[in-house]
């Protein structure tokens, strides 16, 4: 069974400091990995996704995820947070096959103060 | 293009009372979902079809309902609610052809049943 684990429910950090949000994947087969964000009253909104080609994927809004296979991990970044940065992140999973699922963590918040 | 629509965008229900939620896509996908969200849990799939004409069930099903008549279509039925339905509702849709593709999210439907 597929999965993902985020750690951290709410996460806060100043405006222009560093923003790492965790993300940890089970998976029996190569995954695919996806980072949603949604704002508040929105649905979600593609960040990036990892899909076997490069282990470092560059997103929109200056984020970027780093896919370690060795750590199962998929860490969602961006050098210098900003305040419209601040909303709900959401860390997925899915793998090979036109009818696969795609399997969401529990979100992670993040807040950004002055 | 529209993208993914839904309606209604807030709903009240009393206990026992059945209604449809509306989603509908422009975008000529094959592959549609319908999600439910709820605070520290994520998103939850509920049904999904992979075409017209076929639909299967997700990780939270019970009391809901759904078909596939056409391409664009995809309703969600609860066919006498209970509280435990409350939340906000998310239909989606990506292309054919992998689970690697996007999924394109509406702007949800806050339902609340009393």
């Known amino acids: 069974a597929q999965s993902v684990t985020q750690l951290g429910s709410h996460v806060s950090v100043s405006e222009g400091a560093l923003v790492l949000l965790r993300c940890n994947y089970s998976?029996?087969?190569?995954?695919?990995l996806f980072w949603y964000v949604q704002y508040p009253n929105q649905g979600l909104q593609l960040l990036l996704k990892y899909t076997s080609a490069a282990t470092l994927v560059k997103g929109i809004n200056g984020f970027e995820a780093e896919f370690k296979k060795s750590e199962t991990s998929f860490h969602l970044t961006k050098p210098s947070a900003h305040m419209s940065d601040a909303a709900e992140y959401f860390c997925?999973?899915?793998?090979?096959?036109?009818?696969?699922?795609?399997?969401f963590g529990t979100g992670t918040r993040l807040q950004v103060t002055l | 293009n529209a993208g993914v629509t839904q309606t209604p965008k807030f709903q009240v229900l009393k206990t026992g009372q059945s209604m449809t939620l509306q989603c509908a896509q422009d975008m000529n996908h094959e592959y549609m979902s319908w999600y439910r969200q709820d605070p520290g849990m994520g998103l939850r799939l509920i049904h999904y079809?992979?075409?017209?004409?076929?639909?299967d069930q997700g990780e939270v099903p019970n009391g809901y309902n759904v078909s596939r008549s056409t391409t664009e279509d995809f309703p969600l039925r609860l066919l006498s609610a209970a509280p435990s339905q409350t939340s906000v509702y998310f239909c989606a849709s990506r292309e054919t052809g992998g689970s690697y593709n996007e999924q394109f999210f509406g702007p949800g439907t806050r339902l609340t049943v009393l």
């Open positions: 079809s992979v075409g017209a004409g076929i639909t």
């Open positions: 998976s029996s087969v190569p995954p695919y």
């Open positions: 997925a999973v899915s793998y090979t096959g036109t009818a696969s699922k795609l399997t």
